[in-house]
């Protein structure tokens, strides 16, 4: 499935991965956004200084992540 990774905020489209959650999904906001209110916390945020929410999802997703790997750190997903 090839989603266009083309960013909510400024219209900006990826493209190629980057190796961030926004591989994933279209983000809200990007690099090329400039600095907004977030709507979740209320905080200023900004690429280079996300707020507590971003840094939720980051450790969501890590752990989405490791889950996907055995204890012996083997890939295995079942494709079904
Ligand atoms: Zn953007
Ligand atoms: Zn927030």
Do not use: N
């Not at 990774?5 to 400039?34: I, M, Q, R, V, W």
């Amino acid at each position: 499935m090839g989603a266009i990774l083309t960013c909510k905020g400024c219209g900006a489209t990826k493209l190629y991965p980057t190796g961030d959650p926004t591989d994933l999904f279209p983000s809200e906001h990007c690099g090329d956004c400039p600095p907004w209110i977030c709507e979740g916390c209320g905080e200023t945020c900004s690429a280079v200084a996300l707020c507590s929410c971003w840094v939720q999802l980051d450790t969501l997703l890590l752990a989405d992540v490791k889950a996907l790997f055995g204890a012996d750190g083997t890939f295995s997903v079942d494709p079904a």
